[in-house]
């Protein structure tokens, strides 16, 4: 099969499932112009799948809107530099369950059977390629360039949307329900250690989600702060791209060795998140949080196997200073100079930390508000995570914000706690999408609900026309 067969073969197999019926949602005007039911902040693989879960509720009058050039959503082609996914290469996700739009059926078109059976773990690249060829195939109505700076509720119950970029239409939309599906940071922001971004001038550091240019450190000694995946993918890259010597420094006196996730993957404590209470949410998340993500082996391989590759485990950072020769690290080992230091030390959550929610996040219930953690599992890192709906709905805290904060869902990684790993990694998009878009669904249906329920008592359309004209 060619991948002209298989965009053939995706509308057939949607025309099947009668894709695409009429909208069944009622048009608002407002004298600002267009009304969106939805707009979808970000086009990364999350946004793709919200889009295409509420065209397949019949909801179409909905856009996406992502910051980044068209191609260049999300990390994989921007900041993350790992070989291949770290995910198991047949779990699906965006496809909801449509067999000729997921990656294997892609990735099969082009290049067989054999070489999907040979296929150890998705090449970054491809995935990327793959959520290309899915926005185009079902051609979603995504616009790019265009960034969300500001949500703004109004009082007729609609959101302003303040905008900017190069593609945006104008300086707002608006829009009646907002998904933000910003990422994984989309519910806070990297984090870089106070002591380190408050001692160190720019040129000396970044953290691993920002671009680095790393043909400027040939040849050059490099220091990464951090144990995780993301700390390995950097050396490697780092390494590859002609870095003379990498050292990662780790905290602990062992690398981690158990990742989680696959537990979640198998167990049902992705898909069945939902179930459990919230002190039982809370504990799974708070251990989840003591893990952080080891590197695949085959990363750990890769960039082990570099000359100029160095472990220094036990080894936390006790102070960093600027200096004519470089940055100087201060582990309890002694000092180390390097050229340049790359942070690879995650990311933190809280809508505080928000731009675009700047308007509403006071009113944001968290974990903190609405749970007290046993003593020994208390973590201020998961009390400041957003206390969701079981539909990815921000919920308030006060009177107030009940009104502010309809119709805004946080589809992204600040749902971790609330509705488990469903947003954001792929591992649970197939489960997050279906619960995000049947909230926003019933939230559109209801809102409309005088109207629809008038209507259906109204209703008097006749459909039989058959006469009896015989008389017995
Ligand atoms: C380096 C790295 C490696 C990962 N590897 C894996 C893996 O192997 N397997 C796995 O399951 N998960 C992995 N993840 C986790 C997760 O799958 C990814 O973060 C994934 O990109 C999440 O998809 P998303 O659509 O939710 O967010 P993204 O792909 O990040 O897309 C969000 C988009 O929204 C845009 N955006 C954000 N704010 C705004 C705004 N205000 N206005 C307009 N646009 C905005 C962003 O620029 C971005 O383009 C990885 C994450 C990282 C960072």
Not at 151 to 159: A, K, L, R, S, Y
Not at 161 to 186: F, M, Y
Not at 293 to 314: C, I, K, M, V, Y
Not at 385 to 408: I, M, Q, T
Request: net charge negative; aromatic share 12%; hydrophobic share 40%.
């Amino acid at each position: 099969m060619s991948l002209e067969a298989l965009n053939k073969q995706v509308k057939i197999d949607l025309s099947y499932l009668a894709f695409g019926g009429p909208n069944w949602v009622r048009p608002l005007s407002h004298p600002e112009g267009h009304v969106y039911d939805v707009v979808i902040v970000g086009g990364g693989q999350s946004g793709l799948g919200a889009a295409f879960g509420l065209l397949r509720e019949r909801i179409s009058n909905i856009l996406v809107i992502d910051e980044n050039r068209e191609g260049l959503e999300g990390p994989w082609e921007t900041y993350a530099r790992m070989v291949t996914l770290r995910t198991p290469k047949h779990l699906t996700s965006i496809d909801l369950g449509i067999p000729s739009l997921t990656f294997r059926a892609w990735w099969e078109a082009q290049f067989g059977s054999e070489s999907w059976e040979a296929l150890d773990k998705i090449p970054r690249g491809d995935w990327m390629n793959y959520l290309r060829w899915f926005r185009k195939v079902l051609n979603l109505p995504v616009v790019n360039e265009v960034k969300l700076k500001l949500i703004e509720p109004t009082d007729e119950g609609i959101h302003r949307l303040h905008i900017e970029g190069k593609g945006a239409p104008s300086d707002r939309l608006l829009a009646r329900k907002v998904i933000l599906a910003t990422g994984i940071q989309g519910g806070g922001e990297w984090h870089v250690p106070p002591f380190i971004a408050e001692k160190l001038p720019r040129h000396l550091y970044a953290h691993s989600s920002e671009a680095i240019d790393f043909k400027a450190l040939r040849g050059k000694k490099i220091g990464i702060l951090g144990g995780g995946a993301s700390a390995f993918d950097n050396a490697n890259f780092a390494l590859s791209e002609g870095a003379a010597e990498v050292h990662v420094f780790v905290r602990r006196n062992e690398l981690q060795r158990i990742n989680p996730i696959r537990h979640m993957e198998v167990s049902g404590l992705i898909e069945r998140f939902q179930a459990l209470s919230d002190a039982d949410k809370y504990a799974v998340i708070a251990h989840f949080f003591k893990y952080n993500q080891p590197p695949t082996n085959d990363t750990f391989e890769r960039a082990a196997s570099w000359p100029g590759f160095h472990l220094h485990l036990g080894a936390p950072w006790l102070n960093v200073e600027a200096t004519d020769k470089g940055a100087v690290v201060t582990t309890p080992q002694g000092k180390f100079t390097f050229d340049f230091l790359i942070i690879c030390t995650g990311l933190v959550t809280d809508p505080a930390l928000r731009p675009e929610l700047r308007l509403v996040e006071s009113h944001i219930a968290r974990w903190g508000d609405r749970y007290n953690p046993p003593e020994e599992l208390a973590n201020p890192l998961l009390d400041a995570h957003p206390y969701l709906s079981p539909g990815f709905a921000f919920l308030s805290r006060d009177e107030k914000g009940k009104k502010l904060l309809y119709g805004l869902f946080a589809f992204n990684y600040s749902g971790l706690i609330s509705c488990g790993i469903t947003a954001s990694a792929l591992s649970g998009l197939k489960y997050g999408i279906p619960k995000l878009v049947s909230a926003v669904a019933d939230q559109l249906f209801f809102d409309d609900r005088e109207e629809i329920l008038k209507d259906f008592f109204a209703y008097s359309e006749v459909e039989f026309v058959g006469e009896w004209t015989k008389t017995d």
